[in-house]
């Protein structure tokens, strides 16, 4: 839905997104384009792929001594849980500001992302909680471990399918064009008048 004096700038490349995503990772104000936004989030996840990979390496070769014969239950450690879960949360912290910018584009409020960004973290730390009980072995009573491991569980299932939802619905916002005048979040940053 264009208008004859209103004109498109090229798109954002890679590494110019990059950086103005990593710029602006505390800077939920203005808007970002659909191409800014993508090209950062692909950054984002090609890191996530690096740091899994990197705590997996971790785990195996140094904390769970699975190299060496090791009992791995003994050696797991609650910082082990953590930093997989920070791993896998850090990405998705990290695009939490260009999320709310994009859906400023498109005339979204940040409501969707703080909604979706609290699920996350419930479900990080529920089922943090549950794969510390279980692994580690934690010292209650088997029937108050089942109990909290379920509660927990079941919490963070129920968590994690918020997310799921609220991003399913980020999503579509996110893929759509910016709205081309400006909105009560900035001018656009994709069409220009001439």
């Not at 010292?139 to 491991?149: D, P």
């Not at 569980?153 to 759509?176: E, H, P």
Request: proline content about 3%; some cysteine; aromatic content about 18%.
């Amino acid at each position: 839905m264009m208008t004859d004096n209103v004109k498109a700038l090229p798109r954002v490349g890679f590494w110019k997104a990059t950086m103005r995503g990593f710029k602006g990772v505390l800077d939920f104000e203005g808007r970002a384009r659909r191409s800014e936004f993508w090209w950062y989030a692909l950054a984002l996840y090609l890191i996530l792929c690096l740091l899994l990979m990197c705590m997996i390496l971790y785990i195996v070769g140094v904390s769970g001594n699975y190299i060496k014969g090791h009992d791995h239950v003994a050696t797991f450690s609650w910082l082990d849980t953590l930093l997989m879960f920070d791993a896998a949360f850090l990405p998705y912290a990290l695009c939490f500001a260009i999320q709310v910018r994009r859906l400023h584009d498109v005339g979204r409020s940040a409501l969707w992302p703080c909604i979706s960004f609290v699920a996350a973290f419930f479900t990080m730390v529920f089922w943090a909680v549950s794969i510390e009980s279980v692994i580690c072995g934690v010292n209650w009573s088997e029937t108050m471990s089942a109990i909290l491991v379920g509660i927990f569980t079941s919490v963070g299932f129920i968590s994690w399918m918020v997310f799921v939802i609220v991003q399913f619905i980020i999503l579509i916002f996110s893929l759509k064009d910016s709205q081309p005048r400006p909105n009560k979040y900035g001018d656009s940053p994709k069409y220009v008048d001439y």
